[in-house]
């Protein structure tokens, strides 16, 4: 029997379009490691925040990024950044000052050059402890970091959907403000990508269109559920 292949699903789309939700549950389903890449600029950004590097200070924040130590560990499936082998608490990076600012730090190319191998490492990371493959989330995977992924899916959904959402989860965020800041690597990442309108469709049924997909290039048969 010919083995498995290794896979790469590349997910993007706006803010609370279900990125994290979908990729999680494609994960645990067929043993893919889960690589949700916003996690990591919101990392460096409360790292950015922390060593009082600001935005509009592009020498301070080079400095910062050159001193960068960045790791990998893995939380079950997933992967999360270290910063000088410390992995930034979640109530760190969903902080209301890193919702604030994270748009206005990734749109730096130093940012985004600094996390660009570090990125595409994580196919090596998921190689290494055995996973099928990888689901990686974000804003520009279907473009910059795996433009030649095996599958490349843009998740949309109404803004006044995806606000509703992301204050149902208890967030501050403006959401519609990071959307205009991200607007350009957002169109990039549509370009040639299956698009999922959301919108009016539960959060199962966007998992089963993607799983469908997924499992053809794994070999498999679709499962029922
Ligand atoms: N199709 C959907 N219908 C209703 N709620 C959804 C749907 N997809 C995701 N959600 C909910 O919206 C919120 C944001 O989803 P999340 O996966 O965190 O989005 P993202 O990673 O794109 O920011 C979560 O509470 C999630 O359960
Ligand atoms: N690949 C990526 C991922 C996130 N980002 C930036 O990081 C921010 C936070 O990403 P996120 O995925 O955590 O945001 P949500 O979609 O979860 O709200 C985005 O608004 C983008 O500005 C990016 O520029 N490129």
């Not at 009082?52 to 020498?59: C, N, R, S």
């Not at 998740?155 to 959907?161: I, K, Q, R, Y």
């Not at 990508?193 to 009016?200: E, K, L, M, Q, Y």
């Amino acid at each position: 029997m010919a083995p498995s292949p290794f896979i790469i699903v590349a997910i993007d789309g706006g803010a609370a379009s279900g990125k994290s939700s979908s990729s999680r549950t494609l994960s645990e389903r067929f043993n893919l490691l889960h690589v949700d890449t916003g996690s990591f600029y919101r990392a460096v950004t409360a790292e950015l925040l922390r060593r009082g590097a600001p935005a509009t200070d592009l020498a301070a924040v080079k400095t910062v990024l050159a001193d960068l130590k960045l790791g990998t560990r893995l939380n079950g499936r997933s992967a999360m950044m270290e910063i000088g082998g410390r992995v930034v608490p979640d109530a760190e990076i969903r902080s209301l000052d890193v919702n604030t600012w994270v748009a206005t730090y990734s749109a730096i190319p130093e940012v985004r050059a600094a996390l660009l191998d570090y990125q595409r490492g994580q196919a090596n990371t998921a190689r290494q402890h055995g996973f099928r493959g990888l689901v990686m989330e974000g804003r520009d995977i279907g473009s910059k970091i795996f433009p030649d992924a095996d599958l490349r899916f843009f998740l949309f959904a109404d803004p006044n959907e995806r606000a509703r959402r992301r204050q149902q989860q208890g967030f501050q965020d403006q959401v519609a403000k990071r959307d205009t800041i991200d607007s350009q690597r957002l169109n990039e990442s549509l370009r040639g990508a299956t698009v999922i309108d959301s919108t009016f469709l539960t959060l199962e049924q966007v998992v089963e269109q993607m799983a469908a997909a997924v499992a053809a290039k794994l070999g498999e048969a679709p499962a029922h559920r």
